[in-house]
């Protein structure tokens, strides 16, 4: 029998199994909004926002499922950019190129055509990064719907595209959406991550003294002024991605892979919904063509949809024209065009920043929610019809040899 080659040992099934469940989350999560919805413009709107706001010890509900349920998902997205940039989609240049340059492009378009909306309200302006993000559970519930009229070479370029913009997303919130910052609690947190690394190189595969500390560096940077789900991706970094002593000689068998698929499901099929269910709802009333026109509505939904689309496509088509990177397998530019589409639905990642962002000020909130809405049912809606009108592209027929 021929030896199994390391390549073919790689869990590549993982990332098809990855985005099968994301897909199934997705579809979740857009009903989750949409519950959201009609309960906040219904008899249960007091209840439904009374109930958010009502403490559980230091911290609201909200809070707790912004700051704490949410970093489960933030700790779920850094195990798998990890795991992506050394063992899958991100691990060499030539694969990162595409989706890394047009990653790029999206997060700085969309921020751009918000500030040429926003740039001179200083209130307003926080809000920036808002369209910035892409949701990878929404824009493959959308795919998922498509069945196999997409290729899977751009379900890859979109996952990857995605892990690259949650990575951005971080950086983002680490850097511009921090609070007032507490040296001591910043020191001990540093001290902490110290020791996780220290574990990782001395062979430590215990997942539960990972996550032991992990809580520890949860309040740590909760109390830092940093935002607490930056701990999630923190200790992602110092997972493991090396199988245990004694176990077969496959990555699969690492504490990392284990974690990322103990963790899976919970985060698509609970955290996610959970945290859409709290934050989606916005009140309709009083809602006007002023409000659905005013400059924060409108940077938000035309970053997402324009901003998207430009930055994505137009980076992704410059670095292919250039020979950096090649057209994904079996896609046309049309097909191309689509993904980029949908790259626009922002919903998770954008609403976390915009709650960040004007933390204080739930009418901008709600516009904020309102924008995001408007951009991601869009980018979704011309996404999902470009994508099924568009035919599939059959390989050129072999000529047969003499």
Known sequence: MAETSPNQR????????????EASGGLVLMGAAVLALIVANSALAPSYFGALGAYLGPLSLLHWINDGLMAVFFLLVGLEIK??????????????????????GGMAVPALIYLAFNGSDPTAVRGWAIPAATDIAFALGVLSL??????????????????????????????????NISMLDLGLAAAVIAGLVAMNRAGVMKLWAYLLLGAVLWVLVLRSGVHATVAGVLLAFTIPLRPAPGAPDNLAHSPLHQL???????????????????????SFAGVTLAT???NLTLGVAMGLFFGKLVGVFGFAAITIRSGLAELPM??????????????????TMSLFIGLLAFANDPHLQDNVKIGILMGSILAGLA????????????????????
Request: aromatic share 10%; hydrophobic share 55%.
């Open 83 to 104: 795991r992506e940039v050394l063992d899958g989609q991100l691990s060499t240049w030539s694969r990162r190129a595409l989706p890394g340059i047009a990653a790029l």
């Open 330 to 347: 079996g896609a046309s530019w049309l097909q191309l065009l689509g993904i980029s589409l949908l790259c626009g639905i922002g919903f």
């Open 260 to 282: 990322e698929h103990a963790l899976h499901r919970w985060v698509a099929f609970l955290v996610i919904p959970i945290f859409g269910f709290a934050n989606a709802g916005v």
């Open 10 to 21: 790689r869990p590549f099934s993982m990332l098809r199994n990855f985005m099968d469940g």
């Open 146 to 179: 498509l069945g196999s009229r997409v290729p899977i070479s751009l379900k890859v370029f979109l996952t990857a595209l995605a892990i690259i913009d949650d990575l951005g997303a971080v950086a983002i919130i680490a850097v511009f959406y921090t609070g």
């Open 383 to 402: 996404g999902f019809l470009l994508l099924r009108l568009v035919p599939r592209r059959v390989p050129a027929p072999k000529t047969a040899e003499a």
């Open 292 to 294: 659905l026109g005013n």
